[in-house]
């Protein structure tokens, strides 16, 4: 009998602990980030050849997104979303209803995604439109926008959305062939002009350009600790392309910037360290003025980079 009595009890714990790691996966507490040590060490010295031409420390705690305009800056954490003019000078702020998880702007739009849904502001701080929510389980961690699309890579269900300007589903990929492996919530995409798009795979360390509906026309990127390569479970944490042939990657864990050419050259380093020395995934956006701005959510500081003349 107490032999039965301890099979029941066994097996219920069992039972509760499965129950438990279902509801850690539906409600994304397993992407809850954690304080990252310095597990990797760069294989070599490298020298950045840019430099940092400014900065702004924001009030607000936990800044984690950034996007920019043709004239300004937009920035967004856990409790605000901010207007800068390219001086750094606030123009407005507003609180969103959820914590800022991805920006990006198109126009007059700024879009911003919180874990499950997509929101729409106006050039004044205006809210326009709520997209979503989404699937179950969704963690939205970036967002892209041209004429046509909206592009949206879900960490949680580890898929790529393309929505029409309206915000209805036209395209996906990760359901089906050729699927992404999303470790930890960095999952990045940049939308081209021709609808096709680069996508951070993380989980296999590479970036995959991809055709609209999802299929692979190329790829790049391997692990490492040198230069050339990605480190540490699930890099590059995010991209932005600072021109027509020049993508920028940022790293954490060795927390680095650097630039490729779009067919995968490696062309040179932004930085080969934080400015804090954190380890944590730092956003990037390029400016139409040649600069690359750093969100940096361990001082809540968002940096302005140019290259050294």
Known sequence: MNRRIAGILSLLVLVLFVLFIIYDVITGR????????????????????WEIAGEIQFTERGLTSVATLPDGVVAGGESF???????????????PP???????????????????????????????????????GSIITSLSVNETYVAMADAGVRRVYLLDRSGALRHMSGHRGERYVVP???????LFPDNHYLVVNPGRLRIEKRTPGGDIVSMFGEPGTGAQYFS?????????????????????????????????ELLEF???VSPTGSTEAQDIAAGGDGKLYVASPEDSRLYVYRRIE
């Open 30 to 49: 397993l992407f809850t980030e954690r304080p990252q040590r310095p597990l990797f060490v760069a294989d070599e010295e490298v020298e950045a050849s």
């Open 81 to 95: 979303i901010r207007l800068l003019d390219r001086s750094l000078n606030s123009r407005w702020s507003v609180t």
């Open 98 to 136: 959820a914590a800022v998880k991805a920006l990006t702007t198109f126009n007059d739009t700024i879009y911003a995604a919180g874990y499950d849904v997509i929101w729409l502001y106006d050039l004044s701080g205006n809210l326009l439109e709520e997209w979503g929510p989404w699937e179950s």
């Open 184 to 190: 930890s919530p960095y999952f990045d995409v940049v």
């Open 232 to 264: 540490g479970c699930c890099n590059p944490s995010h991209i932005a392309m600072l021109n027509d042939t020049t993508l920028a990657t940022s790293e954490k864990g060795i927390s680095r910037i650097k630039l490729y050419s779009t067919g995968g």
């Open 270 to 272: 932004v930085s080969a």
